[in-house]
């Protein structure tokens, strides 16, 4: 059974730094594409990050561009999001996910975590 786990968030004032890590178990392979999603609320759920199975190509939606760096540690079988800067407008749950598909369409994504909260006060 496929499992991922997301952790890290939280209530940050603006301008301030969170990480959001994500454990994925279960998946037969590593080769693996994994995303990262967030809603906020009354919001449709939009794309943040993605990082290919090997790590080398890493594409981002622009508002976070520059803030906000996606990783991820095959043997650990972890994927990172380092937030920096964050504003107000960054407030959502944020999901990961993996898929065999390197996408920005959520419906590509075969599993996805529990999500975790994440707000930023002004």
């Known amino acids: 059974q496929v499992q991922l786990v997301e952790s890290g968030g939280g209530l940050v004032q603006a301008g301030d730094s969170l990480r959001l890590s994500c454990t994925i178990s279960?998946?037969?392979?590593?080769?693996?594409?994994m995303a990262w999603f967030r809603q906020a609320p009354g919001k449709e759920r939009e794309f943040v990050a993605d990082?290919?199975?090997?790590?080398?190509?890493?594409y981002y939606t622009d508002s976070v561009k520059g803030r906000f760096t996606i990783s991820r540690d095959i043997d650990k079988n972890t994927v990172l999001l380092q937030m920096s800067s964050l504003k107000p407008e960054d407030t959502a749950v944020y999901y990961c996910a993996a898929g065999t598909l390197l996408t920005r369409r959520g419906e590509s994504y075969e599993s996805w975590g529990q999500g975790t909260q994440v707000t930023v006060s002004s």
């Open positions: 279960g998946l037969p392979s590593r080769r693996y594409a």
């Open positions: 990082i290919s199975w090997s790590g080398n190509t890493k």
